[in-house]
């Protein structure tokens, strides 16, 4: 218990609670109910199915005041992870080790203290105001660890359209009557979300990384728009001081970790697009993130029967987590157009799944 607490009635605990798991509510697109359910239930925590119940669980939760800061604490860690290893689009650029340390010893000077971004961090804007924020991102806040990795928070607002199925049940009887006849009825919700990017720096290998948090649906031409904003700010900051004015140009090329991982034994391969020397495009894909297209009788007998002969262009490859029953995954994604290139690319990977950091880490590992 920190100084802090001591005065904490159970109100205020019980707020905190709530306000976080809140945020996470907001971020459910790219780190799912499921997930904060899992983390809570290995915590010995309440639990519930859904966000409305588990809100409404916590909000009347009965409890000492030290089993309430144990869930304001477990709630803020789940969250803060959150903004870590969700849904993320990860771009990695090669640089020289010493660059990378001067850089990341140098970008908390992009920081805007001023910004609302930076005096909510690391809880989101309020609905109302992440309507005015900007499209932009906004530096708000450095983390450096001990082995000299550095991770840079970027901010912004991002818009979504998102098609959603409308409960007659729930309309009032004038409503009804107006769409009798209709057995199904869709409405298309338009709004705003934060997004938490990350850029990070890893002078002991060289490395730049630039992490796209997908906290609503984004198309590759939304990946590219959000990573060069961000290569772009960091080229006019060191590009000239580093003798190369694109000094971060060309992200590392996934294309040719497709095969490669396909081929690995290890894990489970889900998803796979490939195109065939008898002229036909397969999209295949499995139910479960923890079956293998790779052991499947209908993707054996066709592979058998080109004798293996084809080019992958995508593929989507889960392992086991350390609790050996979450699989979280990452995918290379390129079109078909692309497939048996000799120069094609592929500069982003989508990682997902993950709880937590290791997680991450682990994943993130199988681009090397």
């Known amino acids: 218990m920190n100084a802090r607490d001591e005065g904490a009635s159970a109100a205020q605990l019980k707020k905190e609670i709530l306000q976080y798991l809140e945020a996470l509510r907001s971020r459910q697109e790219c780190y799912p109910v499921s997930l904060v359910k899992a983390r809570l239930k290995a ?4 639990t519930a199915t859904g966000w409305p119940p588990l809100l409404v669980k916590y909000g009347e939760l009965s409890a000492s005041r030290d089993r309430l800061i ?17 849904t993320r689009a990860v771009s990695i650029f090669d640089v020289e080790p010493k660059e990378a340390k001067i850089a990341a010893g140098e970008i908390g000077k992009f920081v805007d203290t001023a910004s609302e971004f930076s005096e909510r961090f690391p809880l989101p804007l309020s609905d109302s105001k992440i309507r005015r924020a900007s499209f932009n991102g906004v530096f708000c806040h450095v983390q450096v660890h001990p082995d000299g990795t550095t991770r840079v928070f970027v901010c912004s607002k991002r818009a979504f359209r998102k098609r959603e199925a409308i409960d007659l049940n729930t309309l009032d009887g004038s409503a009804r009557s107006a769409l009798d006849g209709y ?10 979300v934060q997004a938490f990017d990350s850029i990070v720096f890893r002078p002991a290998t060289g490395r730049v990384e630039v992490h796209i948090d997908m906290s609503c649906r984004l ?22 001081r580093f003798g ?29 697009g490939h195109a065939t020397t ?66 094609s690319r592929v500069s982003y990977a989508v990682i997902d799944g993950c709880s937590d950091e290791v997680d991450f880490a682990m994943v993130l590992s199988k681009l090397d």
């Open 43 to 46: 915590a010995k925590l309440p």
């Open 70 to 86: 144990e869930c304001r604490d477990e709630a803020r860690a789940i969250y803060l992870d959150s903004l870590l290893v969700d």
């Open 183 to 192: 057995d199904e009825v869709i409405g298309v919700r338009n709004g705003f």
């Open 219 to 240: 198309t590759r031409d939304d990946f590219a728009k959000a990573r060069n904003f961000y290569t772009e700010r960091l080229n006019a900051a060191f590009g000239e």
């Open 244 to 272: 190369n004015d694109k000094w971060l140009l060309l992200p590392r090329n996934f294309f040719p970790l497709i095969a490669k991982l396909y081929a690995e034994k290890d894990g489970f391969v889900s998803k796979l």
């Open 278 to 343: 008898t002229n036909s495009i397969k999209e295949e894909r499995m139910r479960g993130r923890k079956s293998d297209l790779r052991k499947e009788d209908f993707h054996l007998n066709g592979m058998e029967a080109i004798d293996g002969d084809t080019d992958e262009y995508s593929i989507r490859k889960g392992w086991l987590a350390k609790d050996e029953i979450r699989v979280p995954s990452l995918e290379i994604s390129g079109h078909f157009s692309i497939a048996g290139g000799a120069d």
